[in-house]
């Protein structure tokens, strides 16, 4: 064990954020630190680290570990070079080296105690720096700066003429290169293009200390990490694994936790039913039968029904129009600003219910693509036609299209004025904005709102071709899963640009991959188009860069696995169907038998019989019988509900 959280707890006011959370983390494992926006994840980061303050509970290090945190938010004014930053980085082993050289110098005019002594401490310092890869820091800065997206030319700027992003990598090169015992990183690939985002999951699935993530990038934590730490309602939970596992075993929890709840509801109202059932029947046994199950049925344990999280939007993205199938052409299309030219003579077409995924490098020009194909800017030439009947809904990842003085309110009502209040609020319910809150200014909405609002915008449009620019940023994981199930079951056509590589593979049908050079087409998820890409399937503006169809297989499989489902269906419908018709046949004879028995006992009454001893008999044995047959009826009748 190297770290320890044991029994955390955290408030600010009244809002209990963390609540008796517990987990340790052992030497060289990778966790994850998931949940929604607000559920403490970086709170927790900042107990660890000592800026904040647990309200109870400890924080275990073990002895000497060194900590290195990377914040969302730096705060760097140096006026240091990148380089110099670095070297600031590696000083302790970069003076060890000097302090080597100075010692090879003197060892070369030493005599007698003053050389033993200089040669033990030369022995001990080179030791050190060997075992410390002292020999390797100028590669490790290198390999850290150009990994990160550096270029040479960079080395000498100024860090504080740099923008924010590029000071946060600034912060992570240098964590990474200091090499603590535990790495804590919060939203770590935030600023990082693809590339850099790849090569920071290499170094740290290779890196020999032990590192705790926070981060919504699913794909990344996929490659990285083999712990998961949920925090949920205040409260942790730990899983074994990537986060795709996690995400498994997580449903497979809660749908066992949601079944278990409404099976046990349903069993409550059955026995609800049948002591009802068994009171109507107005025997005394059946009455008895009846007080026993109302006896069990109070001592019964009762679930707890599992809590729905708050935050879940709600999304339902319907085209109200369908366009025809060719919904996007673009011939010769080509932009530069100035001496940077973006792309030349390119050439794309998008088909009716295509998930077109963009990629490509920063600066290759995806975001202006976009907004050429949007009519935000013009090309300087080319030719873009839309298909007939074609609607755009347009999501700007720089929420553009949002008026920060408005209200949430007015910026719905004003883009859709035929919308009533109470459909405007119902709306802006769905993606969390209730009461009072709808009446704040988008330029007071954080950036994650203002995303919310923009998918509300978009939602109301019932377009049929969906243009998004980076949809997923600022949402936390559960909202990026309600927004992809959404494209999912969305029947227009929707072209993005993402960096979200577990959004693309889940979402695209296709991924198009812009360079200087052209568009490489792929027709598949993003897991298709790295393994094309590794395998050097890279013919520019080719209609299809490989002939084979991923997922034929597992369709042939999904096919008979649907006729195999619905063959057991029938069977287990005409099962109930024979059940139901016995209950009811069962019931039958036990109104016939409740009825003659009424009957006898009228008739035992009568003065015609109560004088003739042996009718008195004959109708005794009579009620007697069909008593006993009554009471092998009312069991059948349980026994057949308990099946049903």
Not at 107 to 112: A, E, Q
Not at 273 to 288: D, G, Y
Not at 568 to 581: S, T, V
């Amino acid at each position: 064990m190297i770290l320890a959280c044991q029994k955390i707890s955290k408030a600010f006011g009244s809002e209990v954020v963390l609540n008796n959370v517990n987990f340790l983390i052992n030497e060289n494992e990778k966790a994850a630190l998931i949940g929604i926006n607000g559920a403490g994840k970086t709170t927790l980061l900042k107990i660890i680290t000592g800026e904040y303050e647990a309200d109870a509970g400890n924080v275990v290090l073990a002895r000497g570990t060194s900590l290195g945190y990377l914040s969302q938010v730096i705060h760097v004014t140096s006026s240091r070079t990148i380089y110099e930053e670095m070297l600031d980085a590696k000083k302790d082993i970069i003076e060890m080296e000097k302090d080597i050289r100075r010692l090879e110098k003197e060892i070369s005019r030493l005599t007698g105690e003053a050389l033993s002594s200089a040669m033990k401490e030369y022995s001990r310092l080179t030791e050190e720096f060997e075992k410390k890869d002292g020999y390797a820091w100028k590669s490790q800065i290198n390999g850290v700066l150009k990994g990160l997206g550096f270029s040479d030319a960079e080395y000498d700027i100024p860090i504080n003429s740099l923008s924010g992003g590029q000071k946060t990598r600034v912060a992570l090169s240098r964590l990474l290169l200091t090499q603590p015992d535990i790495i804590l990183l919060d939203e770590p690939t935030n600023h990082l293009d693809m590339n850099a985002t790849s090569w920071l999951e290499g170094f740290l699935s290779g890196y020999k200390g032990t590192v705790l993530i926070v981060s919504h990038d699913r794909f990344f934590l996929d490659r990285v990490v083999n712990k998961v730490i949920e925090i949920e309602n205040g409260e942790s939970q730990v899983f074994s694994g990537n986060y795709s596992q996690y995400a498994e075993k997580k449903k497979a929890q809660r749908d066992a936790r949601l079944k278990q709840y409404l099976s046990q509801q349903q069993e409550i109202a059955r026995q609800q039913e049948v002591i009802a059932k068994l009171k109507s029947f107005n025997r005394e046994k059946s009455i008895r039968r009846a007080e026993s199950r109302e006896k069990m049925l109070d001592k019964m344990e009762r679930l707890e029904k599992p809590v729905t999280l708050n935050s879940k939007m709600r999304i339902a993205l319907e085209p109200e129009t369908i366009s025809g199938n060719d919904v996007l052409t673009i011939e010769g299309l080509s932009k530069s600003f100035g001496d940077k030219h973006l792309f030349r003579n390119l050439n794309l077409s998008i088909k009716r219910g295509e998930t077109v995924g963009l990629l490509g490098d920063n600066g290759t020009g995806k975001t202006t693509l976009l907004k050429i194909i949007n009519r935000y800017l013009r090309a300087d030439s080319g030719r873009i036609q839309y298909g007939a009947k074609v609607s755009i809904g347009y999501y700007d990842q720089e929420q553009h299209v949002l008026d920060d003085e408005k209200t949430i309110f007015d910026e719905i009502s004003d883009a859709y004025p035929r919308l009533t209040n109470t459909r405007i609020r119902n709306v802006l319910a769905a993606f969390l904005f209730t009461g009072d809150r709808v009446f704040e200014k988008i330029g007071h909405l954080s950036g994650g709102e203002k995303g919310r609002v923009s998918l509300a915008r978009l939602m109301l449009s019932n377009a049929n071709f969906l243009i998004l620019d980076e949809p997923t940023n600022h949402l936390d994981i559960l909202s990026r899963e309600i927004l992809e199930d959404a494209i999912n079951d969305y029947e227009g056509t929707v072209l993005y640009v993402s960096h979200d590589r577990y959004f693309i593979n889940r979402t695209a049908s296709r991924i198009l991959d812009l360079s200087p050079e052209g568009i490489i087409n792929y027709k598949g998820n993003y897991n298709y188009y790295i393994e094309q890409k590794a395998a050097g399937n890279i013919t520019a503006d080719s209609d299809s860069v490989a002939g084979m169809s991923p997922g034929t297989d597992s369709a042939r499989a999904d096919k008979a696995s649907s006729k195999e489902d619905w063959k057991k269906a029938r069977e287990e419908a005409a099962r109930q169907r024979k059940l139901a018709n016995d209950l009811k046949k069962t019931e039958h004879e036990i109104h016939i038998l409740e009825q003659e028995n009424d009957q006898i006992q009228k008739d035992m009454n009568h003065p015609d019989y109560s004088s003739d001893p042996e009718k008195l008999l004959a109708l005794s044995e009579k009620y007697e019988q069909n008593e006993t047959a009554l009471l092998t009826l009312y069991e059948r009748w349980e026994e057949l509900s308990e099946k049903i």
